[in-house]
């Protein structure tokens, strides 16, 4: 495809042309002569018509050369921009430190060595892994070393074209206001490579592994709370897969100190690999991701299967219905499962105070909310992201008891130690749990269904409407101001009783009665529930170029085999709900 706008091919041939020069790499300048070199200038104009911002989540883009690409340069300014951000703010402490992490991706750990060069310039001391780790070791590990920040470089279960960088602050939390908008700023003001400081101190980088991988496996093992139940059924069969990511490091090795003796893991997939060669996407949330364990587990006959993304922050879960046929576990029904279990054990132990509370996002299903209101438990609800479930677990720290919180997008943290999603803690839970369930006659399949006949049937949707480059961000754009100018009167048949903004931080009901909404920030999101329960959540994503429909319907379930009618009623309402949002 050839791009028609010519004075925008001019600009981004001028930006290009910067990079040409001495301060640059001679890869880098030989990749960008080769795009200048070319014909058809799309490659060109997505690689420098914008800079890859540092938004409130870090970076995130397709690595390459290119102000709109994860490069050295992009990589650079944020350490850099981070760097002068930390010295300003923490000026009187002796020592700032900071804890660097990575994934398996092609380039994150030279990204990960070069923000370590760039940080240790600055006088910052690094604690750098020595090796990919998950996620939540390094949230972990700021804590853990007092350290007063901390980055990983991952794009989670981005396709392999992709990298990130997420930044964290001294709570083990990502960064939130008002450091976010500092960070921003701080980076915003680095104008070219002579700005960043790329040779490295290297006394004040110090290597970490072992050390804080046994602190944290230990910490996780204190999460268990029915020991007796794993005993129990030490050889159950489970199937795990790290899905070429850092999952392997530490969860079949948690999974043993667990007392699980039975694990079995998809050895092609205990491979790090950034090309992912086994899955077109390391996504959990994809059922192809999962085909490999599927298939090991039928081979063996499993009693459950497990996977991570790259980054080993999300959980993927498949399990045998009552036909004896694998499903994946959705991202809700996970959340529910878990609560679920940490509710009933904090109960039969006669852990609760009455201090105890949980999390879920605005855009996880209601049932949630009603498990929690059925055990006399407070439900906390927050944005989109790990960093708002870390906010509320700090806001209570000392004062509440955080037992659980998650998000539909295949999230789980069990623990406060962590200040992100875990798949660490997760993978050992889960498979208490499905012990825990065999020691009670059942299957984990028969407990999700005995959840949905105490606390009600629902059945939740996700639509992705991509749209990648530059046109792809306008019309998004358009989308979000279409719905909020013109709003959906009525959603599959149902009339729509209340509408919320959460970018006004208004709600209106069908009287017309307006009132505010209590939330800590704005976020661009819309939401709209029905008269007969239903509920959908409208956003653009924060990292990837595509807008996201949430859908829940409501549904009853009189029994626990009458799930297969339950969700052909609820299908069709889904579908009724698609084709009114334009989105069938």
């Given at each position: 495809?050839?791009?028609?706008?010519?004075?925008?091919?001019?600009?981004?041939?001028?930006?290009?042309?910067?990079?040409?020069?001495?301060?640059?790499?001679?890869?880098t300048?030989?990749?960008?002569?080769?795009?200048?070199?070319?014909?058809?200038k799309?490659?060109?104009?997505?690689?420098?018509?914008?800079?890859?911002?540092?938004?409130?989540?870090?970076?995130?883009?397709?690595m390459?050369?290119?102000?709109?690409?994860?490069n050295?340069?992009?990589?650079?300014?944020?350490?850099?921009?981070?760097?002068?951000?930390?010295n300003?703010?923490?000026?009187?402490?002796?020592?700032?430190s900071v804890?660097?992490?990575?994934d398996?991706?092609?380039?994150?750990?030279?990204?990960?060595e070069?923000?370590?060069?760039?940080?240790?310039?600055?006088?910052?001391?690094v604690?750098?892994?020595d090796d990919?780790?998950p996620?939540?070791?390094?949230?972990?590990?700021?804590?853990?070393?007092?350290?007063?920040?901390?980055?990983?470089?991952?794009?989670?279960?981005?396709?392999?074209?992709?990298?990130?960088?997420?930044?964290?602050?001294?709570?083990?939390a990502q960064?939130?206001a008002?450091h976010?908008?500092?960070?921003?700023?701080e980076?915003?003001?680095?104008?070219s490579?002579?700005?960043?400081?790329f040779v490295g101190?290297?006394?004040?980088?110090q290597?970490?592994g072992?050390?804080?991988d046994?602190?944290?496996?230990?910490?996780?093992?204190?999460?268990?709370?029915?020991?007796?139940?794993?005993?129990?059924h030490?050889?159950?069969?489970?199937v795990?897969?790290?899905?070429?990511?850092?999952?392997?490091?530490?969860?079949?090795?948690?999974?043993?100190?667990?007392?699980?003796?039975?694990?079995?893991?998809?050895?092609?997939?205990?491979?790090?690999?950034g090309?992912?060669?086994?899955?077109?996407?390391?996504?959990?949330?994809?059922?192809?991701?999962?085909?490999?364990?599927?298939?090991?587990?039928?081979?063996?006959?499993?009693?459950?299967?497990?996977?991570?993304?790259?980054?080993?922050?999300?959980?993927?879960?498949?399990?045998k219905?009552?036909?004896?046929?694998?499903?994946?576990?959705?991202?809700?029904?996970?959340?529910?499962?878990?609560?679920?279990?940490?509710?009933?054990?904090?109960?039969?132990?006669?852990?609760?105070?009455?201090?105890?509370?949980?999390?879920?996002?605005?855009?996880?299903?209601?049932?949630?909310?009603?498990?929690?209101?059925?055990?006399?438990?407070?439900i906390k609800?927050?944005?989109?992201?790990?960093k708002?479930?870390?906010?509320?677990?700090?806001?209570?720290?000392?004062?509440?008891?955080?037992i659980?919180g998650?998000?539909?997008s295949?999230?789980?943290?069990?623990?406060?130690?962590?200040?992100?999603k875990?798949?660490?803690?997760?993978?050992?839970?889960?498979?208490?749990?499905?012990?825990?369930?065999?020691?009670?006659?059942k299957?984990?399949?028969?407990?999700?269904m005995?959840?949905?006949?105490?606390?009600?049937?629902?059945?939740?949707?996700?639509?992705?409407v991509v749209?990648?480059?530059?046109?792809?961000a306008?019309?998004?754009?358009?989308?979000?101001?279409d719905f909020?100018?013109?709003?959906?009167?009525e959603?599959?048949?149902?009339?729509?009783?209340?509408?919320?903004?959460y970018?006004t931080?208004?709600?209106?009901?069908?009287?017309?009665?307006?009132?505010?909404?209590?939330?800590?920030?704005t976020?661009?999101?819309?939401?709209?529930?029905t008269?007969d329960?239903?509920?959908?959540?409208?956003?653009?994503?924060?990292?990837e170029?595509k807008?996201?429909f949430?859908?829940?319907?409501?549904?009853?379930?009189?029994?626990?085999?009458?799930?297969?009618?339950?969700?052909?009623?609820?299908?069709?309402?889904?579908?009724?709900?698609?084709?009114?949002l334009?989105?069938?």
């Amino acid at each position: 495809m050839k791009m028609e706008n010519q004075e925008l091919i001019n600009q981004v041939t001028e930006k290009a042309k910067k990079w040409l020069t001495s301060a640059y790499d001679i890869e880098t300048r030989s990749e960008v002569k080769r795009m200048l070199d070319k014909e058809d200038k799309t490659e060109l104009v997505e690689s420098f018509y914008k800079e890859l911002e540092f938004g409130t989540g870090g970076l995130r883009g397709i690595m390459g050369a290119g102000t709109n690409r994860m490069n050295k340069y992009t990589v650079g300014a944020a350490t850099q921009g981070l760097s002068n951000y930390l010295n300003a703010n923490f000026k009187n402490l002796k020592q700032i430190s900071v804890v660097i992490g990575h994934d398996c991706r092609n380039n994150s750990r030279f990204f990960a060595e070069t923000s370590a060069d760039i940080f240790s310039a600055n006088g910052i001391k690094v604690y750098l892994f020595d090796d990919m780790r998950p996620t939540p070791e390094m949230s972990f590990a700021i804590r853990y070393l007092g350290c007063q920040s901390g980055i990983i470089l991952t794009a989670s279960h981005n396709p392999k074209e992709y990298n990130g960088y997420k930044a964290y602050w001294d709570d083990g939390a990502q960064v939130l206001a008002p450091h976010d908008a500092g960070i921003i700023d701080e980076v915003n003001k680095i104008m070219s490579p002579a700005d960043i400081k790329f040779v490295g101190n290297k006394q004040l980088i110090q290597i970490i592994g072992e050390d804080v991988d046994k602190i944290y496996l230990d910490k996780v093992k204190t999460l268990s709370l029915n020991p007796d139940a794993i005993a129990c059924h030490k050889d159950m069969k489970i199937v795990y897969t790290p899905i070429h990511g850092t999952g392997m490091m530490l969860i079949p090795r948690a999974l043993k100190m667990w007392g699980f003796e039975n694990v079995h893991t998809v050895p092609e997939q205990m491979v790090k690999d950034g090309n992912f060669s086994t899955v077109v996407s390391p996504n959990p949330e994809n059922a192809e991701a999962l085909s490999m364990a599927v298939a090991l587990a039928k081979k063996i006959d499993a009693d459950i299967v497990m996977a991570s993304d790259p980054d080993a922050d999300r959980i993927g879960i498949a399990m045998k219905n009552d036909k004896g046929e694998w499903i994946l576990v959705n991202g809700n029904q996970t959340c529910m499962i878990f609560l679920y279990y940490i509710i009933t054990q904090y109960k039969k132990k006669g852990k609760m105070t009455g201090k105890e509370f949980v999390v879920k996002t605005i855009v996880t299903t209601e049932t949630i909310k009603r498990i929690a209101e059925k055990n006399d438990l407070e439900i906390k609800d927050c944005y989109t992201g790990f960093k708002w479930i870390a906010r509320e677990i700090r806001l209570n720290e000392g004062k509440k008891k955080y037992i659980g919180g998650g998000e539909e997008s295949y999230g789980f943290l069990a623990e406060d130690f962590v200040r992100d999603k875990d798949s660490v803690s997760a993978c050992c839970l889960i498979s208490e749990i499905a012990a825990w369930a065999k020691d009670n006659g059942k299957t984990l399949y028969e407990m999700l269904m005995d959840i949905y006949v105490e606390y009600g049937y629902s059945k939740e949707a996700a639509v992705s409407v991509v749209k990648p480059g530059k046109t792809g961000a306008e019309e998004i754009k358009q989308m979000m101001t279409d719905f909020r100018n013109n709003p959906p009167k009525e959603l599959g048949g149902s009339n729509i009783v209340l509408r919320k903004d959460y970018q006004t931080l208004e709600q209106i009901n069908d009287k017309g009665i307006r009132s505010k909404i209590d939330m800590p920030a704005t976020s661009n999101v819309l939401q709209y529930f029905t008269a007969d329960g239903s509920k959908v959540s409208v956003r653009p994503s924060g990292t990837e170029p595509k807008i996201k429909f949430y859908i829940e319907v409501r549904g009853e379930m009189g029994c626990s085999h009458c799930f297969d009618s339950a969700e052909v009623e609820a299908t069709k309402k889904v579908g009724a709900i698609k084709k009114s949002l334009c989105v069938a």
